[in-house]
C-alpha cells in the first residue's frame, strides 16, 4: 500500500489493518478511513464510468458533493465511497451506468388488490 507515513506537520494514526474485495480482488485498508482513500492506497483510480459517455470517473471533491465516486458497496447502488467508511469484509464494486436498484413490488401490489 502507498501510504504516507511522515510528515513534517501532520501527525498520522491508522486504525487497524482489514481485508475487503474489490471487483473481486480481495485488498487491505484500514478501518474507518474512507473506501476511497484505501482504494487509491491500492493503487486504484477509476471508480465508475459515465452512463452515456462511458468516461471514467475517480476522485474528485473528497467531500460527498459530486457523483464521481458512485460505486455499489455490499450490494447498494450510488454509495459515494469518497465519505464512506471502510469496513471490514466490505464487497466494493465499480458502477456501471446509474446504478439503479432492481424495483421490487410491494406485497400488496403482488396479490392484486387494485393499487399501481
Request: proline share 7%; glycine share 10%; net charge positive.
Amino acid at each position: 500500500m502507498n501510504l504516507i507515513k511522515e510528515h513534517p506537520i501532520l501527525e498520522f494514526h491508522h486504525a487497524r489493518k482489514v481485508t475487503f474485495s474489490f471487483d473481486g480482488r480481495s485488498l487491505e485498508g484500514y478501518e474507518g478511513e474512507p473506501i476511497a482513500s484505501a482504494l487509491h492506497a491500492n493503487k486504484i483510480r477509476i471508480y465508475r464510468e459515465t452512463p452515456k459517455t462511458k468516461r471514467p470517473r475517480g476522485f474528485f471533491c473528497a467531500i460527498g458533493k459530486c457523483s464521481s465516486c458512485f460505486m455499489t458497496v455490499d450490494g447498494v447502488p450510488n454509495v459515494r465511497i469518497c465519505v464512506t467508511p471502510l469496513k471490514a469484509g466490505m464487497v466494493v464494486q465499480s458502477q456501471k451506468g446509474n446504478g439503479s436498484v432492481p424495483w421490487s413490488e410491494p406485497e400488496a401490489q403482488k396479490e392484486g388488490d387494485g393499487l399501481a
